[in-house]
């Protein structure tokens, strides 16, 4: 069992006062708080060892380079990919998600499809629809029903030999929805197409083994799971690592420059140009490392107490909806009550020391789904209590009493 007052003394930020209230911080799906250890080792690099990598002779730069190299290590055995040069420091989700979209302009022909799910977020589309545009391939969409779960059935029936790649997050960052990602990897291998799932919101709540997978490639942000923001990671299987061209041209990522013509640095450099996010890769490894000690089963058996007893109260207020209700889901619950607009509850539980995010969730397509314009998303992690639920379902009835 989680000792969870105990864990919260790791994040001073939790005892921070907002508006005259103790800070509830529930909006965790946009970006997780940051424990003292990871605190601790971004003071630590700056205070002690700040210096460029990987092109030093001198004591800082190897340590800097060895403590970032380190971190490429603890997030390979994290994932499980066979090789540390599978993972490419990036600057988040987004940025990895971009990298591959861009290898695959010049693998990609007119007559070739390539599928997304209607759960991704804009960042999981538009750099699908920017691709489609530059080579003519055409976007095909998995579609949802109304719990929030994918159409598999549809899935199957928009697979055929011209599809190329298929794209899916592991868990909506709008709905919490868990997708089937091991079917859609299955299927989709079967008409010899590469998968790329988006871990975003499953990396803080799941140990995702990219190997047993058989993912092709799978990206996350650091700042999702404790981490800080601006470095993320893309797995690639070698292979496809090696076909796609390189994503940015400059420092590092090169073998050998000359007019005539430059080569590349093999894996991981190829995709790294210029200084990295030194300080923050380091960090990612150490947030790694602390989400590891608390136990990622754990965190999901205590997420899930969290989530259905959230659930539950919230359906006895009247006039509450809740968007996804999949089997399958984690710690997000979206919902609104009446007509009353999300950004409406959302500014008077900030009042309250409430945090919580109103809106589309950068996810648009599921909004129209549901004939919305957004969401008040209530969204959970280890170091949230069902005391902070409590105080947060008596804010809200506040709230719908003021606005009704
Ligand atoms: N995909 C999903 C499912 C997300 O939740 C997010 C962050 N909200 C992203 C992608 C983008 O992540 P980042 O902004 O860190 O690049």
Redesign the pocket.
Known sequence: MLDIQHIRKDFPILNRIVNGKPLIYFDN??TSQTPQHVIDVIVDYYSNYNANIHRGVHSLSQEATDAYEQARIKIQKHFNAKESHEIIFT?????S?NLVANGFSSLLKREDEIIVSAL??H??IVPWQMLCERTGASLKVIPMNENGELMLSAFDALLNDSTKLVFV?H???ALGTINPIEYIIEKAHKVGAAVLV?G??SCPHIKPDVQALDVDFYVC?A??LCGP?GV?MLYGKEDWLNKLPPYQGGGEMIAEVSFEKTTYASLPHKFEAGTPNICGGIAFGVAIDYMNSIGFDNIAKYEHELLEYATEQLQKIEGLKIYGTAKEKTSVISFNVGNIHPYDIGTILDKMGIAVRTGH??AQPIMDFYNIPGTVRASFMFYNTKKEIDTFIVALKKAVMMLS
């Open positions: 799906a946009a600057s988040g989700t987004t940025d998600i991704e977020h960042s999981n997050n868990i909506s960052n988006d975003a919101q942000s700042h999702k923001t993320g969730h950068c």
